[in-house]
């Protein structure tokens, strides 16, 4: 399992832009896929995008399409998802996850690490 560290959560109003970072610390990293997901209270935890390590090949839930950048830095193993014209909806705690040779990027079981959440709170 991997080690994972999220920051950069933090309220804002409509209409802003945030940067989450996920700091991930592993020996070996190369065949890893990392993912953001957000939980809203009282929902289930839902996909919102993932990268594979070696290729930086990216897919989105459809909702966040063009508003938020999955992103990575290899040489600190960080993952990043920027977020632009945040609304309310987006409202939760958003959680980075890890997990070897995924297939399906949207599925929580197909990751086996995950980081503690950060809180993100958009205001109208």
């Known amino acids: 399992q991997v080690q994972l560290v999220e920051s950069g959560g933090r309220s804002v109003q409509a209409g802003d832009s945030l940067r989450l970072s996920c700091v991930a610390s592993?020996?070996?990293?190369?065949?890893?896929?990392m993912g953001w997901f957000r939980q809203a209270p009282g929902k289930e935890r839902d996909f919102v995008a993932a990268?594979?390590?070696?290729?930086?090949?990216?897919y989105y839930t459809d909702s966040i399409k063009g508003r938020f950048t999955i992103s990575r830095d290899v040489a600190t193993n960080t993952v990043y998802l920027r977020m632009d014209s945040l609304n309310p909806a987006d409202t939760a705690i958003y959680f980075c996850?890890?997990?070897?040779?995924?297939?399906?990027?949207?599925?929580?079981?197909?990751?086996?690490?995950w980081g503690q959440g950060t809180q993100v709170t958009v205001s109208s």
């Open positions: 996850a890890a997990g070897p040779r995924i297939t399906n990027y949207c599925e929580t079981r197909s990751y086996n690490s």
């Open positions: 592993a020996r070996t990293f190369s065949f890893y896929s």
């Open positions: 990268i594979r390590w070696s290729s930086g090949t990216t």
